[in-house]
């Protein structure tokens, strides 16, 4: 059975920095894209970032400049490095691969 579980949310200043970790388990993990989502309150879950099985990553325009995604196959785990957090960042972020979600983490950004 496929599973997803995130890790690494938390309370930070604006300014500041978190890494979001997705480990999968399950399932042969390099042959998938990971995808990183995220809702804020009273919001619809919006994309944040995409990396494919060969390691091309695209993301968010809000994102840009200040996010990096990353694999790693061997542990089975995609990272999101969130630099620069803003209070508008603030939201429950979710790992998602084919039709599997994790049960996400929360990010809150303090102004």
């Known amino acids: 059975q496929v599973q997803l579980v995130e890790s690494g949310g938390g309370l930070v200043q604006a300014g500041g920095s978190l890494r979001l970790s997705c480990a999968a388990s399950?399932?042969?993990?390099?042959?998938?894209?990971i995808g990183w989502y995220r809702q804020a309150p009273g919001k619809q879950r919006e994309p944040v970032a995409f990396?494919?099985?060969?390691?091309?990553?695209n993301l968010a325009d809000s994102v840009k400049g200040r996010f990096t995604i990353a694999r790693d196959n061997a542990r089975n785990t995609v990272y999101l490095q969130m630099n620069s957090l803003k209070p508008e960042d603030t939201a429950v972020y979710y790992c998602r691969m084919g039709s599997k979600w994790g049960q996400g983490t929360q990010v809150t950004v303090s102004s």
């Open positions: 399950g399932t042969t993990f390099s042959s998938f894209g």
């Open positions: 990396i494919s099985s060969g390691g091309e990553a």
